[in-house]
């Protein structure tokens, strides 16, 4: 089992809709939560942190649930824009500061 | 201001020669990492660096390769005897490596290296 699932999509979304995925982790120790965006053929960036009473970030809001062991992302009035890869990232700060990657969650806003 | 910066951008090679890649982290970061992400697979960690502490190579697939970090700046992947399988796109990433709260790692744009 991979310490980090997600659904590989895609989600195909229309424009203005609302989006959510989840994402799993196996390790129980996992201390830090974050959600990367990666476009096609470009670098991870960061999207938001996940704190553990969830939190807001514009039109993105990320929940933890650290009894059932998920996290998600949820993205309000989606735009063309927001078409990419959303990784989620968990972390074990006690086995160093390397992140754990899930394979991504594909998002398709289409018109 | 400046982020993280690898070169090359793109490395095409044969099959048994060895290869560098070179990372330039962010200023005043003292953790850095390397990552590499094989065509449609998400990202599998390599090796870390954090300041003058033995590197973590638990990531590292064989022997093959290795990785330094001269002056806890400039770091450097080494892939020998490189294989087909060896291609995919290899990421650095570094981060001020904060002992609370969330340490938030920034990538480079990555090396493109493809064995033929």
């Known amino acids: 089992r991979k310490e980090v699932e997600q659904d590989p999509g895609p989600f195909n979304v229309p424009e203005g809709a609302t989006v959510a995925f989840n994402c799993t982790y196996s390790n129980s120790a996992s201390q830090s939560f974050f959600w990367y965006r990666q476009d096609c053929r470009k670098e991870p960036k960061l999207l938001m942190s996940?704190?553990?009473s969830g939190n807001e970030d514009g039109r993105f809001t990320a929940q933890l649930n650290r009894a059932s062991q998920y996290i998600s992302l949820l993205i309000r009035d989606s735009k063309l824009s927001d078409s990419a890869t959303y990784l989620c990232?968990?972390?074990?700060?006690?086995?160093?500061?390397?992140?754990?990657f899930g394979g991504g969650t594909r998002v398709l806003v289409k018109p | 201001g400046a982020g993280v910066s690898q070169s090359p951008s793109n490395k095409v090679t044969e099959k048994g020669k060895d290869v560098e890649l070179r990372c330039d982290p962010i200023?005043?970061?003292?953790?850095l990492y390397w990552y590499r992400q094989s065509l449609g697979q998400g990202l599998e960690f390599l090796i870390y660096f954090q300041g003058n502490s033995a590197p973590d190579k638990s990531g590292l697939p064989s022997d093959r390769f290795s990785a330094e970090r001269t002056g806890g700046s400039v770091s450097t992947l080494t892939i020998q005897r490189t294989q087909q399988e060896d291609s995919a796109v290899y990421l650095c990433?570094?981060?001020?490596?904060?002992?609370?709260?969330?340490?938030?790692?920034?990538f480079g744009p990555g090396t493109r290296l493809t064995v033929l």
């Open positions: 200023s005043g970061h003292t953790a």
């Open positions: 996940v704190y553990s």
């Open positions: 990433a570094s981060s001020l490596a904060t002992s609370g709260g969330q340490d938030t790692q920034y």
């Open positions: 990232v968990v972390n074990d700060r006690r086995a160093g500061n390397k992140l754990t």
